[in-house]
């Protein structure tokens, strides 16, 4: 192995950041810095929003860090296998050991990329399409839905192709409880909009509807041509996705709580999911999305990343839904914090509703350190 490839250092570095998104409420991520012997830096990021699980996935990030020291960076495959390996017990099913090997394995991404002179987007083989939509990833938080729907209009009248919506998030929007209003919000921001604009409806935690409900919702947003319904039924509800399958005719979509390919593969298995959401910094890494997003594409579903913590997951993003055959649009946030916006010097972004493709070697993103250090977690 030439020198220049060996890993000398791992380091996990906890951080929170006011997210604009979600009502500037704080979210924490644990980012992983992975320094080559020749002086190369890669950065991952464990997407782990709750402070409590950041600290756990940093711990478990410097735990498996001595299985990577003295590796070569080449090899993301190996040392991903290998930690899959180490975490037999404390990852079977998984859950915060996918976290922090989804952080390594970015990082490793980065940094190989950095050695070889190559992007991460060329490492995994380069543009699959001319162009990669962009939609607006936003919350309902306004009591008036007027002024959402105007709200919404503003950000996509930039070029981007629609805008996903969450329901049942903080504020007074009240999204997701009352058909009439859900119905009035759908139609009104369809209408905003204009012409060749989708609209995409996300349940969120505090929506609570039965199978009854979420076939009765379902049949009225694929009246008004809402393009898919995400999580109406939760991560986990086969028996329930089944009978909104067989009742409907709406994209479903849900994935994104997924830890791994094994995961991808039992909700593929269902026949009940058409968009699948895989969040690079939860599904085991660029390794694991883009395993997951293969059996997407064999299976004829299509992968959607959820894209929606800092530039790095963001960064890596943009490589895998430029790379993978199975995802067709990318989500961003039109209201950018400094997680996403300040973390980076060239944070992912759209020319007319288009994402731009990556520069640059490894992400093609250089991480702001100083940021890190006034971000970092207190413990
Ligand atoms: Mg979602």
Redesign the pocket.
Known sequence: MSDMSRIVKVEALPISYPEPTDHHRFRSVCLVRITGEDGHVGWGECCTYFPEATLAAAKLVEGMAALIIGANALHTEAIWLKLKEQSWWYGTGSGLASFAISGIDIALWDIKGKILGASVLDLLGGPVRDHLPAIASLHGTKASIDEMAEDIAIHTATGLHGAKV?FGKAGNARLGFDRARDIEFAEKVIAAMGPDKSLMV?LGVKNFWDIATAIDRARAFEELGVAWL??PLGHDDPEGYRALRAATGIRIAYG?REWNTRGVLRILETGTVDVV?LDPGRVEGITGFRKAADLCALTRRQANA?NFSTAIVGAASQALSWSCPACNVLELQPVYGPAQRDLVDRPIWHKAGNVNLPDGCGLGIEVDEALVRAMRLDV
């Open positions: 969450g996300d995400e999580e994104e959401g959820h």
